[in-house]
């Protein structure tokens, strides 16, 4: 039904580690003391890198690495 190449498996399965890995060390910019998400904002208990945010440029970037890998 679906074809996936390699690139994009690998790339996901790169991405859903690191926010894993993100999401287990539990950054203090971007988590509370609770361990609750902060919301993205310039107040002083918010966060200019909510989890998101974050997570977002992880996936663009791991899959643009994964592509550029694939072509050498």
């Not at 991405?15 to 988590?31: E, R, S, T």
């Not at 208990?45 to 989890?51: A, L, R």
Request: net charge positive; glycine share 6%.
């Amino acid at each position: 039904m679906f074809n996936f190449d390699e690139s994009f498996i690998l790339a996901l399965v790169a991405y859903i580690g690191a926010c894993v890995g993100l999401y287990l060390i539990k950054h203090p910019k971007m988590f509370d003391e609770n361990g609750n998400f902060k919301h993205f904002g310039l107040h002083k208990s918010e966060t200019v890198f909510p989890f998101w945010l974050v997570s977002t440029i992880i996936g663009i970037t791991t899959y643009y690495i994964v592509i550029l890998w694939r072509i050498r």
